[in-house]
């Protein structure tokens, strides 16, 4: 696809602002631009760095919709208003790359590469497969081999690309202590990829070493694949659970329904009250402009680093849990005191009770009382009255859902930060103000009253 070169204007400096002025004149190709932080991420590229030339967004064109349907849904997002309110002119500068990530060179075709191998001088690698019930295999082949031909192709650009690769805090959660830095997996990438064909369980045990779930095993594997393969000018970013956002583009906006964001709606419709965790667990949780901001400020340091002959890979731990701690029961019981957004989908007249127990027996007495009885009474007068029972089969949803996210409410993790601190204290006051993720200021309160908002106004998280 031919891009859309935008010249370069005076007004698109700031003599104020290092980070505005190194994005501008540069394009910038982008992973998972459509997922809820990439949507985040390309909005504030183009409302604050304004001189960007051009941002080239991978798109996959599904059974359902084609490439030119989706970038048309795409850039109809909400997301999107101030950019379109302020200048409209400036959303030309999205050219969709049509592409997959488990394809040869990510399915991008000869003269979109070409473009890119010219043009790009910084590379984000959003993309993933957030799916915790994956193979081995499969998480394997959508999140980690496409990083590493990601890489190969950054190899090949003209400009030499800065690249930032967003993996995530819980990849190395076999550890209770999580530094900035990239761990070993113990065995070599070949010695893994040779053994991904067996799907044997004991053998994919080893290999997560305690982790969970393959998602987070085949995320510290594509860490590892991006410090084998750059000495320099690449960064890795680590955010914790990525909500709604705190300011940019809209206070509290949300896209998707999966996670966090469910569990919350399940409650706040009455639901989901009975949890499985420890109450006094800090539930790390992250705005997504945050992410985005930190993501933006990463490059700009990594290339500082490169013109200083700084080495290695440098890594960011985008977390609140050690600056501006929260547990989970706080969380969710601040959540559900601001239900009255989900209106006449919630079930019950007095605010509920969100209950966290750590004991298990506990637990399912308390969740077979107030879930599954009830639950069971309202499908019994479905019947009765010849409509289609649901509710059990919601529940079972829930449940399932639970039980994947449990675990995160039953162990604690310290996420370290210097890095992510010590670039806060390295920019400059205008920069700290348009790109902040100081997780010290946020407001829990306030903040959680515009994450219910924006997940009711999402979509219905029960089903």
């Known amino acids: 696809m031919s891009a859309n070169t935008v010249e370069t204007d005076e007004q698109f400096t700031d003599n104020n602002s ?33 001189g960007i030339n051009n941002i080239y967004i991978l798109i996959k064109q599904t059974e359902d919709l084609t490439i030119e349907a989706r970038i048309l849904n795409y850039l109809n997002s909400k997301a999107f208003h101030r950019v379109k309110n302020t200048n409209p002119e400036l959303m ?36 993933a497969k957030l799916l915790f019930k994956m193979s081995l295999t499969a998480a394997v082949n959508i999140n980690t081999k496409p990083t590493e031909q990601l890489i190969a192709i950054c190899k090949k650009m003209r400009r030499n690309p800065i690249f930032i690769y967003v993996s995530s805090a819980y990849s190395n959660v076999n550890k209770q202590i999580i530094d900035e830095k990239v761990y070993s997996t113990g065995v070599p ?38 410090e084998k393969e750059f000495d320099e000018s690449a960064a890795i ?6 909500v709604s956002s705190i300011r940019e583009p809209i206070p509290g906006w949300m896209s998707g329904s999966h996670g ?27 705005p997504v402009d945050h992410v985005a901001n930190l993501i933006i400020a990463a490059a700009w340091e990594s290339n500082e680093r490169r ?29 559900l005191k601001y239900r009255k957004y989900f209106g006449t989908r919630t079930l019950s007249i007095f605010t509920p009770r969100f ?15 107030y879930h599954t009885i009830p639950a069971a009474i309202v499908d019994g007068f479905f019947w009765l009255t ?4 649901m509710m059990l089969n919601t529940l079972h949803k829930l449940s399932k859902l639970s039980s994947v996210l449990e675990y995160f409410t039953l162990h604690q993790f310290l996420f370290l930060d210097s890095n992510v601190r010590g670039l806060l204290r390295r920019m400059e006051s205008t920069d700290r103000q348009t790109f902040n993720f100081d997780v010290t200021e946020i407001e829990w309160e306030p903040y959680l009253q515009n994450c219910v908002r924006g997940i009711a106004n999402n979509c219905d998280y029960s089903m």
């Open 18 to 50: 290092p980070i505005v002025n190194f994005y501008s004149g540069k394009s910038v190709f982008v992973t998972g631009a459509t997922g809820f932080l990439g949507t985040v991420l390309v909005e504030k590229l183009l409302f604050s760095c304004k």
């Open 92 to 127: 030309k500068k999205i050219i969709p790359i049509c592409g997959n990530l488990e394809d040869k060179n990510l399915g991008i075709s000869d003269s979109d590469m070409k473009t890119l191998l010219e043009e790009v001088s910084i590379v984000f690698h959003l993309a």
């Open 189 to 226: 990438l070949e010695t893994i990829y040779d053994t991904l064909n067996t799907e044997n369980t004991r053998i994919t045990d080893i290999l997560l070493d305690k982790r969970p779930n393959t998602y987070t095993y085949s995320k510290a594997l594509a860490e590892v694949v991006v």
């Open 237 to 242: 970013v680590r955010p914790s659970i990525i």
């Open 260 to 286: 966090f964001p469910r569990v919350v709606g399940a409650a706040c419709e009455g639901l989901l009250l009975r949890w499985h965790g420890d109450s006094t667990v800090v539930f790390d949780v992250i």
């Open 307 to 335: 013109l200083m002959g700084n080495k290695g890979v440098k890594v960011y731990n985008c977390c609140s849990g050690l600056r501006n701690p929260i547990d989970v029961s706080t969380i969710m019981n601040t959540c």
């Open 355 to 369: 209950i966290v127990k750590k004991n298990y027996f506990i637990y399912k007495l308390l969740y077979f009382t």
């Open 386 to 389: 010849r409509r289609t029972p």
